[in-house]
């Protein structure tokens, strides 16, 4: 297995996306084959008390990847092809100058996938009638860091998260053995799950008592009376053990028509939205609905399609293997009587619709480098009947916010998946006291979100994340789930790590193994 002490190979997983947590002490990456090879640096890691950090794509915007403990960072990136399996055919090809292979099954609906496979390469490789629908909107991520994140993305208005999509995982825990686990395999006893590794040895882990709340969620370990052993993996940010093979299941690739409508009211947008989702909740086979506020449409005022009279929009894709699919947008659209709007039905106006979804992130970095600053972007989610509340409360920030950087066109943007009642606002800080400004409504409204039920985060993990309250550094996941929870999460750590050596820091800070 190769393995390297070289400080510039070292210095190319420092990062992640986050840009705000960097590695430090790292002795070596190290590029293993095989879940052989996995089991051999986590033994080696437990015998010496090593720090192991696994690192997928580097998209993640938490700092999960990021061997702030120091130690071995291990690398998946080698881990490309799935071996062989009876009953599945081999996939193989290429993407982006890399090799990969997955094994589909004989009716196209379950694939083995290896954990360094890209969402974009498995996209490419499956047939074009088939679909793998998680898709975090960074489609460079892996599979093995989508199921650790549980990611999603807009599409899961319809699809639902990473974990719906999991069958069966194949993993090595963090003291060097090896588990195969098929989701109905073990279930727990109340809280309580009870399995054997492939070498025979038993375990026994309690999930967190904390209530999850009823909206999309990344938070924490998942916890649930009578849950599924694989639920306990999936999402736990690689705390528990390494993916080194996931079956996934796919499905038929819908044709879509995609349809931006612009709005003289936010109050107009939210109501087209509620008019979306209410169809789909009839049986209408709406994908995804997605939000831009004002501010987000400024930021998008370089688009032809952008009028200063916009102060809203909502984008839609619709499944149309439906024939009344169309009609029925057509209706919803006619009744929510946008200012403008921009319907499309050939793939040459979905690519040019998803150009102007992109716009917004590419004009938001292009702002940050210019003031060399980062964003300040929040992940929260509520339950439907909160979302108005929540609305409230994004205004209210965003006004304290504006007050304080007077920029009423570059302050913040609004953005998201309004069909789940999750949104994203990206503060925009031009220095480091507007950094703290930021940080002060971002505070208020993670309190907000969890005071109405919801989540701080639905989609993108908590990883290393601390808030500055009352001059100490919080651990993100105590304001959910409290000192308690975290000790519970710890606890379940614990019980698969006793040595604490894989991914320390994530969820629980607990020392450096
Ligand atoms: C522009 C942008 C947009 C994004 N949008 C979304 C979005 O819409 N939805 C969303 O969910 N996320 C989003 N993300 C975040 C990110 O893409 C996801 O969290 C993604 O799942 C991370 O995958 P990765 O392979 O890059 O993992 P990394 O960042 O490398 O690692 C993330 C975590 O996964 C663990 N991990 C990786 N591989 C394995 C493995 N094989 N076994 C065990 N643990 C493993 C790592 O240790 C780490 O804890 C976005 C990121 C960017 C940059």
Redesign the pocket.
Known sequence: MRRSTDPQVIEQYAV??SNTFFAERVEAVVFPESADDVAEVLRAANASGTPV??????????G??VATCGGIIMT?EL?SHASERAGFEPVAGEHQGLEYTIALDRDGQRAWCP??I?LAALDALLAPELLFP?????M???????????????RTFRYG??REWVEALE?VLPTGEQLHVSRGDVTAQVRTLRFASLDGTQHEVTAPSYGMPATKN?AGLYAADGMDLIDLFVG????L????AALVRVTQRPDLVSDTAFFATEEAAIAHADALRDAARQGAPIVSIEFYDPGALRFMADQPQVRPEHQAAIFTEVAVDDPNAIDLLAEIIEASDPLDDWFADSERDRAAQRDFRHAL?ENVNTWLRAHGTNKLCTDYAVPAEAFEAMMDAYHEALARFLEITGRPDESAVLFG?IGNYHLHVDFLPADAAEEAAAMEQYIFLARTAIGLGGTITA???V?KKALPIGGRPVPYLELMYGPEGLEEIAAAKRALDPAWIL?PG?MVPGGCG
């Open positions: 992640d996306e950090t696994v690192s997928g794509g580097g998209t993640g915007l938490t999960a990847r998946m881990m954990p360094a890209t998680p898709a975090p909107t960074e460079s991520a892996q599979l093995g860091g989508a199921v650790a994140e549980n990611a999603s993305g807009a998260a990473t993993l990344a736990s940010e690689g705390i053990g390494v993916v080194t992130p998946h989609e993108h993990g990883g991914n994530n």
